[in-house]
């Protein structure tokens, strides 16, 4: 491993010295010692004028033959790839070729050729081409590849077209020029799940999904959620599929969600298979949104790609505003909403808010897997939402159309995304920018002034200091608002308010009495409103609003001050907050996923962000014992009505997927959960003995353990599902999850002794630290026991896998936050990590940054 990390910046860029024109693969595999023959078709690149050496990235590899032109040659080699010299060069069009050898069967980090469970399988975004072969492993480097696969395996995939196969070999064609990181190879014994699709202009392609032998049924699902995919990205923003087959391949072994290679993307199982007795709900959710995710990056991320790595939100934001725009499309929208907001406050106002927090295009990396992150993501999809409020639908449509129309085959920038925006709506972006640019979450202030019949808002913006970035210059920020009468009537209908400067009024006149306004409708921009309203008119809006986001967000609001007053001042639970979340709950006018939503009770995390936020410290246990007592004072509030609830909803109806199913089933267990607070479990020991699917399963445990019950379920659940390993994930997060604060650390550690705990794979790994990270009352806790068991297990895994042991490590993002005594706790894990030796950089990176925060500016 390197030790002097190279920070890489967005202002050097420069083209690559050469075009690759076409490439030639050869696999012959074999698990101890791959061959990989790559013939280059280089030549100079005229962007780039002059001689100059050329310099392929390479790591892990062991050159066997290198010639130019047919000629040996010996290059210069490094731990980051081989170079030869200009002169050795011709100064025209020239073939490279290099054999190499490499060992998919020893790669535990999951980046390159890599085994699981017998198969092989690629992962190349970002940097990983270069751990399969010599290349310059650089999104704006695109060529067209052609892959020959040599296996006796029975399954062997590449990218594109198939283009011919024979016993122990396949050849695959990809017609459309790619970046490397969207190539992908697979060779196992796998069974497909087929179906057809035709294109809107009649193109017929065949669709695939490919799993382990027995894994066949469990796959309709992600097959009916990629035709819906296909389909609505034709009918939406007009784009076609452009190959003959489409091809998905699930692998247990996997750092991430999924990959968009060209033609062939490869999921991580769990967001593959489904069944109505091994997945939730929200699995079925998740699947349909990470299948459209990864089918939109056809045309947002492959046919247009990024010109480097800093341009990441161009293909991760859009293809997220894309999915989410498809879920609520397929769903309930407002139901869909509210879930992305609390998504987004839990992990990007969480990053934006630390020391990790950077831009939705950060200027400047060191480990660029370290930037997949929840800015680039979500945040980097708020700013096409708010672009898209800003200039309106057809605004919208017209920029996307031209965007396509622009720069298909190009590998782009945001630059270029703003000024389609600019070219087709006449409107200077340059001041929007700032949102790629700037990090940190905005805070908006709200005064309201009535006066002689006019009413007047007045915000205020200001966005705290973040690493590196101390001043912030004022953004632009569209906010929905629309007023209320106090007899709960809507008089102004929703209108964007586009605030542009750091303190600015808007007027209303007309109206016949002083209005409740409902601000920031939809949640149009991602911003913190700071408006201390009071209680009764938070229950006004829960009550009245016709926006759904607000009317869920004025409750939510009302809980957090409720629990907030817990916390700081030992105030007792409202009875208005209780009489308010009553009338929801038993309203049936209202969806019952809305009425769920409005049952669940912020995050511990999330109330300790608030807390900070209001300039205190949190205290993770008293944050933890105050959201027991009001889940507890709301299960006597609700009362009888819980059971009756419980009751209409439990159908008898055939098990849909459907959102509205999942909607009434995530009510009923809602109700089950607060009920176990009373009847000691009762009701959902008899919902888990007769549960019909996986929800109700998991959820009726989740209700029992949570009331201190369940452990003879635990063990029937581990008897049923021992050999399923995407459902005995669910059982160890679970119980981590679940646990008391005292308690989490010792039983991770048990659940880390038993011979299930396959640690290498990440998907286990998350489920047993992941999850111990996640019970915040349980990581925080005093003993400093939690902190160092994280820390001891990402040690663990860094030499195998730096990747996911980064990804955990932002467990750690938020010590500043906490006490003196935390804070001492906290840091010494960090430093222990910094010290250990053969660190990786991945891990490196995080751990700098992360202690940087502790640092006196
Ligand atoms: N590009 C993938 C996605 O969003 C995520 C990913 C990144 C997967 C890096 C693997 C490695 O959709
Ligand atoms: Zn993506």
Redesign the pocket.
Known sequence: MLDAQKTIHLADYQPFTHLVERVDLTFRLAPGATRVLARLHLAPNPARPGRHPLRLDGEGLRLVACAVDGQAVAPALDDGGLAIAAEDLPEAPFLLETEVEIAPEANTALEGLYMSKGMYCTQCEAEGFRKITYYPDRPDVMSRFKVRIESDLPVLLSNGNPVGSGPGWAEWDDPWPKPAYLFALVAGDLRAHSAKFATASGRPVDLHIWVRPGDEDRCAYAMDSLIRSMRWDEEVYGREYDLDVFNIVAVDDFNMGAM?NKGLNIFNSRYVLASPETATDDDYARIEAIIA?EYF?NWT?NRITCRDWFQLCL??GL?VFRDHQFSGDMRSAAVRRIEEVVALRARQFREDAGPLAHPVRPESFVEINNFYTATVYEKGSEVIAMLKTLVGDQGYKRALDLYFDRHDGDAATIEDWLKVFEDATGRDLSQFKLWYSQAGTPRLQVAEDWQDGVYTLTFTQATPPTPGQPEKAPRVIPINVGLLNPNGDEVVPTIMLEMTQERQSFRFEGLAARPVPSILRGFSAPVVLERDAPPEERAFLLAHDTDPFNKWEAGRALAKDVMAAMVLQDAPPSPAWLDAVAAVAFDEGLDPAFRALCLRLPAEDDMAQTIHAMGRIPDPARIHAARRALAGALAIRLGEGLVQLCRDLDEGAEFSPSAEQAGRRALRLAALALLARRDGGKLAAEAFAGARSMTEEIGALAALLDAGQGAAELQAFADRWGGDANVMDKWFALQVGLAAPGEAADLTERLAARADFDWKNPNRFRSVVGALAANHAGFHHLSGRGYRVVADWLLRLDPLNPQTAARVSTAFETWPRYDAARRRLAQAELERILAAPGLSGDLREMAERMLAAGQPA
């Open positions: 968009e995710h990056h991320g293909k991760e293809t």
